[in-house]
């Protein structure tokens, strides 16, 4: 009985790297240049952008709350640095490196504050994130439009272009950021007293209180944590595009949000694996590539995604009702 | 006796629940014009008796029969078709909604407009008008639910199961949330309904409520009927006899040991509408049992102690210290913990493995500089599990699947892990079965002989008679009483918990 019940079990919990890997075969035969590693690597660093903020987003899912900001956040983060970069460099006369070095540094500082402030209304005033962050959505694009007075700003010198564009050892720089934020986040969620604490106040925050775990710090910093990656998502961003737009990322958080969802994170809190959020990601852009290359055109291919959305999720409902 | 009372008969009625038999060979008439209180401790088959009436459950076994006529209960619909209605302890009112709306629920009044139907408001308000009228509340109907009292409350619960008409009502513990003055409104009404003739049963804990409203009273016991016995009859010592049987006089555990050391002592704690003016000491390795009602303001104190809830005024001291409990991380890391009266919701994360949940209150201890593993984790657990006993196949699985009895140790070594020196227990029995039972006492005779002090809150008075160096009795948010199990008898701490 364990012979049979065992591969059953592994083939239950590896739906998604299954369908991952048919997936990737199947287009490796029908899609010309689908199989290459440059082009597989374009898939990696098409995706680290929002895969980096994905990672935040699947512990502010766990944790029972949503964060609608993180595509407002990553044209925030963007201009943000633009505009300080270029004061630096310009009226205050810092070297171009410090210039940007600060800007970068300023910019996170204020992702994570903004993610503190969602979090506090949660915690203190029991506004739901949703509302909150919903709020910042709008607001932060505002900002964004007033940083650059609607015009992209262009302070950057070439060597910038790295952050988003770089290669290091023949792989894109963003990827490597992707994969190594990937590493930290499933070392936090999986062997740090902080994750176990991230789970169980998804899971029943009355009952964690109870158990006298900090169910206010955990709250502010999986939302900190989240905007602090969304708003280094919008560095990459600004120096893969070298300039600060106001008008970039728009509807990211749905994309951001379905890839999580995908990698079988429940909505609800609780339940969810960083590991199935990268699978997610990867998910979704090798969908994407695919049906570029296959020349699908853009609208099938919004089409195509809403239906995986809702395929995934039935599959996880359907496993989660037989087990 | 009116000449239209109804009369609600059962015959050989029986139920069985997978491992226990609910209810066994039950056979009664209830009279209509009569009301008919309902008696036994948790477990003796009362709430299943009420369920099938409401059509909650099905019996295997056996008949009831309304005015001679026997009828099949398959579903609440089908109950309240026959004229059975229930008010349970929870109230279930739509809050959102109006007075009216609740009491109509589901039956509206439509009128026809434009070849559509509408909502006939008129039409609703001045029959649920009406209803409340008969009753004598004088309630706004157009009031919206949830700004209302409890007691408001309970009176729109009986509007609505009036509202069908019944030959047959029941109420479960109507009166844990009301008012004195409430109390005696409800009783106003419950005497206008029996004198319509419509059968009313009863079910309550307190025994000076049963001499001012019921005419009879019925125990049962195990699932069994003891027997009906007209009010005039029902002595305090004949009552008790009948709940609990043949008191058997229990050898106590010669193992209890206390020392005279205070570990907490609390002074004029009060919280407004919870509990007022409690003062007491608890000492090292005390068991210290609180005895009293639902509602009486025990679970809350409990809270406030574990820093849940806040208090109002009053002092709390640890060792001697003065402390004043904000929080459960506070009270946790001074050594207080608490295994709250909820367990399922409160006590446990169940969609979490049982691994994961017995290392919740020590995760900081557990890991190292903030990291841990599951073979770390594993290890403790493992202790846990050999230690207190629990019975899971693998500690990786649910908690959500383990038995109440599982589940409550898992809550207690929750809490062993974090080393506590005082821990609260609100109902650590309820829902557990004998074995389960007789395991958590030993368990808290143990903690109780490592000189860790425990506070033991239960409704079973016999179990705290068993367990306890101590009883405090608690009644409406007040210390009643004191008293040792081994200069008194069952009888003496019934008659005082429920006069």
């Known amino acids: ?90 009226g205050a006369g810092f070297p171009m490196p410090a210039a940007v070095g600060t800007s970068i540094a ?15 209304m949660r915690t203190r005033y029991q506004v739901p994130s949703f509302i909150t962050t919903l709020a910042l959505l709008t607001g932060l694009f505002g900002a964004a439009e007033l940083i650059t007075n609607g015009f992209p700003l262009t302070p950057f010198p070439d060597w910038y272009n790295f952050i988003g564009g770089g290669y290091l050892f023949g792989i894109p720089f963003p990827a490597l950021i992707f994969l190594l934020a990937f590493a930290v986040v499933h070392v936090l969620m999986n062997f740090t007293s902080f994750g176990r604490s991230v789970y169980a106040v998804g899971g029943n925050a009355e009952a964690a209180r109870l158990s006298g775990i900090n169910v206010t710090v955990v709250k502010i910093l999986v939302l900190a944590i989240t905007a602090s990656l969304a708003a280094l998502s919008g560095v990459m961003q600004s120096s893969e595009i070298m300039s600060g737009t106001a008008t970039t990322a728009k509807g990211w958080e749905l994309d951001v949000i379905a890839a999580v969802i995908i990698g079988g994170t429940s909505l609800m809190g609780g339940t969810g694996r960083v590991w199935g959020t990268l699978i997610g990601v990867i998910f979704l ?23 995986l959305i809702l395929t995934a999720v039935l599959i996880n409902r359907l496993e989660a009702r037989s087990s | 006796m009116t000449p239209s009372a109804h009369i609600l008969e059962t015959v050989g009625l029986r139920k069985e629940y997978p491992g226990t038999v609910a209810l066994r060979d039950i056979s009664l008439r209830f009279d209509g014009g009569k009301i008919h209180a309902l008696l036994g401790k948790n477990g003796a088959g009362k709430s299943t008796l009420v369920k099938i009436f409401a059509g909650a459950v099905q019996q295997d076994a056996g008949e009831i029969l309304l005015n001679g006529k026997p009828i099949d209960l398959r579903s609440p619909r089908d109950a309240l078709r026959q004229g059975i209605a229930a008010v349970h302890q929870e109230l279930s009112l739509v809050s959102g909604l109006t007075v009216a709306e609740n009491i109509l629920l589901g039956r509206l ?32 109907v157009r009031t919206r639910a949830m700004d209302l009292g409890v007691a408001q409350q309970q009176s729109v619960e009986i509007a609505k199961a009036m509202s069908y ?70 002595t305090p010592a004949t009552i008790v006899q009948m709940m609990f049987g043949e ?3 229990k050898m106590r555990p010669p193992d209890v040991l206390m020392h005279r050391t205070p570990v907490m002592e609390v002074r004029s704690l009060s919280r407004k509408n919870a509990f007022q003016e409690v003062t007491f000491t608890l000492h090292a390795g005390e068991i210290l049992g609180i005895a009293g009602l639902l509602g009486s303001g025990r679970t809350e104190l409990l809270r406030s102690l574990f820093g849940a809830d806040p208090h109002d005024s009053g002092d709390l001291l640890l060792n001697g210290a003065v402390v004043r409990p904000s929080n459960p991380i506070q009270m946790k890391s001074l050594g207080v913990v608490l295994s709250p009266e909820n367990r399922k919701e409160e006590g446990l994360i169940q969609m979490l493995s049982t691994r994961a949940n017995i290392c919740l209150a020590s995760l900081s201890r557990i890991s190292r500089g903030g990291f841990t593993t599951r073979a770390r984790e594993r290890t403790v657990v493992n202790g846990n599990i050999r230690e207190v006993d629990i019975n899971v196949p693998d500690a990786e699985v649910a908690v959500s699947t383990l038995s109440g009895g599982n589940q409550q140790k898992v809550v207690v070594a929750k809490w062993l892990n974090t080393t506590p020196q005082i821990m609260l227990l609100d109902e650590p029995t309820r829902g557990i079965d004998i074995r389960a039972k007789q395991q958590m006492f030993q368990l808290i005779r143990e903690l109780s002989s490592r000189g860790i002090s425990c506070i033991v809150v239960s409704s079973e008075l016999e179990e705290l008679m068993d367990i306890c160096h101590r009883i405090l009795i608690m009644k409406r948010g007040k210390i009643a009483g004191e008293m040792f199990p081994h200069q008194s008898t069952l009888e003496e701490l019934f008659a005082v918990c429920m006069q």
């Open chain 2, 109 to 140: 009044p439509k009128r026809k407009r434009g070849g559509g139907l509408i909502i006939d408001w008129e039409e609703t308000y001045s029959r649920a008008r009406t209803i409340l009228d008969t009753l004598g509340v004088t309630i706004d």
């Open chain 1, 1 to 90: 009985m364990h012979a049979i019940a065992e591969p059953r079990a592994f083939l239950r919990s590896a739906v998604l790297e299954i369908i991952l890997v048919v997936l990737c075969v199947a287009l490796g035969i029908t899609a010309p240049g689908f199989l290459t590693a440059e082009n597989l690597l374009n898939v990696l660093r098409n995706v680290s952008m929002q895969g980096l903020i994905a990672l935040g987003m699947t512990m502010v899912i766990i944790a029972g709350e949503i964060d609608l900001s993180v595509g407002s956040m990553v044209a925030f983060g963007g201009c943000l640095t633009a505009f300080l970069t270029g004061w630096f460099a310009g």
């Open chain 1, 106 to 120: 300023a910019t996170l500082i204020a992702g994570f504050l903004l993610g503190c402030f969602t979090g506090f």
């Open chain 2, 165 to 234: 008409n019944p030959s047959v009502l029941m109420l479960d513990e109507p009166t844990s949330a009301l008012a004195h003055h409430e109390t005696e409104r409800l009783f106003g009404l419950l005497r206008t309904l029996a004198g319509r003739g419509v059968v009313l049963l009863y079910i309550t804990h307190r025994l000076e409520e049963i001499h001012r409203i019921a005419d009879t009273v019925t125990v049962l016991r195990n699932g069994e009927l003891v027997g009906m016995i007209d009010i005039a009859d029902a």
């Open chain 2, 247 to 249: 008191a058997v006089a």
């Open chain 1, 285 to 307: 852009g090798v969908i994407m590539n695919g049906m570029t290359l296959l020349n699908v055109s853009e609208y099938w291919q919004h089409v195509v995604r809403g239906g």
